[in-house]
């Protein structure tokens, strides 16, 4: 059963930093785009960043560009999301996840495999 788990989520005032992690069960990185989602209260699940398969190319959505950054390390089966500079419209559950088949796009509806999300809270 492919199982993903996220964690390091909390609440945080603008300005400040959190760094997310992720683990993978039953599912191996390597040779698979993976990437960071988040969903806010009544808000449709969107993309933070993900990588292309089987490298590093990495896609950031605009709202993030330039504060937040993904790692990962593919003999782990682990992944990251380092935050910078947090606002409050950052607000939100993130997730990460994985998909079946090559992704055209680092989208929520490309993606299949998902698990519990952490919660980050950024107070004004």
């Known amino acids: 059963e492919v199982q993903l788990q996220a964690s390091g989520g909390g609440l945080v005032q603008a300005g400040g930093s959190l760094r997310l992690s992720c683990v993978a069960y039953?599912?191996?990185?390597?040779?698979?785009?993976i990437g960071w989602f988040r969903q806010a209260p009544g808000k449709e699940r969107e993309a933070v960043a993900c990588?292309?398969?089987?490298?590093?190319?990495?896609y950031y959505a605009d709202s993030v560009k330039g504060r937040f950054t993904i790692a990962r390390d593919n003999a782990k089966n682990t992944m990251h999301l380092q935050m910078n500079s947090l606002e409050p419209e950052d607000t939100a559950v993130y997730y990460c996840?994985?998909?079946?088949?090559?992704?055209?796009?680092?989208?929520?509806?490309?993606?299949?495999?998902w698990g519990q999300g952490t919660l980050v809270t950024v107070s004004s």
């Open positions: 990588f292309s398969t089987g490298d590093d190319s990495t």
């Open positions: 039953g599912l191996i990185w390597d040779g698979y785009a």
């Open positions: 996840s994985a998909p079946t088949t090559v992704p055209p796009t680092c989208q929520a509806y490309n993606y299949d495999y």
